[in-house]
Nanobody
Framework: QVQLVESGGGLVQAGGSLRLSCAASGLIASSNTMRWYRQPAGKQRESVAFITSSGNTMYADSVKGRFTISRDNAKNTVYLQMNSLKPEDTAVYYC??????????WGQGTQVTVSS
């Protein structure tokens, strides 16, 4: 059974930093494209960043230069380092893979709140 458990969210002031973690079980993170998504309250979920099995990364324009996605293969965990946070980064953050999205799976997410 696949599980993706997000953690690391919290309340931070604008300009601050957080590091989110996505611990994977039942799948090998390094063999999958792992994506971070976020969903602000009342809005649609959007892709923030992804890392491919070969280690290539891409970012949404809104977070480019501020967020960094990385992976620890030994821990089977994907991270999202978020720096220079803005109030508009406030959202529930999720990680997922294309295959799990097709299967209809979403984890519980982790709330990030950035105060101005």
């Amino acid at each position: 059974q696949v599980q993706l458990v997000e953690s690391g969210g919290g309340l931070v002031q604008a300009g601050g930093s957080l590091r989110l973690s996505c611990a994977a079980s039942g799948l090998i993170a390094s063999s999958n494209t792992m994506r971070w998504y976020r969903q602000p309250a009342g809005k649609q979920r959007e892709s923030v960043a992804f890392i491919t099995s070969s280690g290539n990364t891409m970012y949404a324009d809104s977070v480019k230069g501020r967020f960094t996605i990385s992976r620890d293969n030994a821990k089977n965990t994907v991270y999202l380092q978020m720096n220079s946070l803005k109030p508009e980064d406030t959202a529930v953050y999720y990680c997922n893979t294309p295959g799990m999205i097709i299967a209809g799976y979403w984890g519980q997410g982790t709330q990030v709140t950035v105060s101005s």
